[in-house]
């Protein structure tokens, strides 16, 4: 009698954890599915792009690309979908930031946009595994992703629109030539003009000299006349 006690009390407490985890099953999959039913793609108007420059620049960055491809589909995306994908995101931005090689992608400011996208993702996975989570809580963190995102290929932009402006600052090599001749003759003018200046000094001084040798001829005549 003892042990069908205990056999019968075995019984229940295994059946009774069954049917918690059932039930907590049950929650998870009925929260999805609450947001399925009602669920409706969300149209998100597309934020920054790349700059035809930047596109060339980063064409073999394949983290980036990678993340790219998949983020885009959050444009226009249902929250059922947005969970579900939300954790190959995550992984995906997780590559990028460890995936720096390029020097001008250390840029500190560059890394900090990488690292708020990457939170904003990490946030959208963790609605995941919420029970009562809301369709509009959903709606507001994909708007905070994509704009993330957005402002990750601003200052990417940035970085390379900088890059452009001080290529085209370096001067062509013709135009070197031309400044460096043009140098070159106004410091024969200024060598020309300093000639002539001391030239036209020299020529002053002659007539003065002149003059005083003529005082001296006429008071050495004086002297003589006197002397008579």
Request: charge should be neutral; aromatic fraction near 6%; include cysteine.
């Amino acid at each position: 009698m003892k042990i069908s006690t205990s056999i019968l009390f075995v019984l229940f407490v295994f059946a009774y954890s069954c049917s918690e985890q059932s039930q907590t099953e049950g929650s998870n999959s009925n929260s999805l599915d609450s947001l399925i039913h009602i669920d409706k793609k969300n149209i998100t108007s597309i934020g920054v792009s790349l700059t035809p420059t930047t596109k060339k620049e980063i064409k073999n960055w394949k983290e980036y690309q990678l993340v790219d491809e998949v983020i885009t589909n959050f444009y226009a995306i249902s929250k059922a979908e947005a969970l579900n994908n939300s954790q190959e995101l995550s992984r995906l931005v997780t590559n990028l930031r460890d995936s720096i090689r390029n020097e001008k992608h250390k840029d500190p400011s560059l890394k900090a946009r990488i690292n708020i996208l990457q939170n904003e993702c990490l946030r959208l996975e963790d609605m995941s595994n919420i029970q009562a989570i809301t369709p509009e809580e959903v709606t507001a963190s994909v708007k905070r992703t994509l704009e993330a995102f957005s402002g990750l290929n601003a200052k990417l932009n940035s970085l390379y629109a900088v890059s452009d402006l001080e290529n085209e600052l370096i001067l062509d090599p013709d135009f070197l030539k031309i400044l460096n001749d043009s140098t070159n003759t106004e410091d024969l003018n200024f060598s020309v003009s300093k000639e002539n200046e001391t030239l036209n000094k020299s020529n002053l001084a002659k007539p003065k000299q002149g003059l005083q040798e003529k005082k001296h001829l006429q008071k050495a005549n004086k002297t003589l006349g006197q002397k008579k």
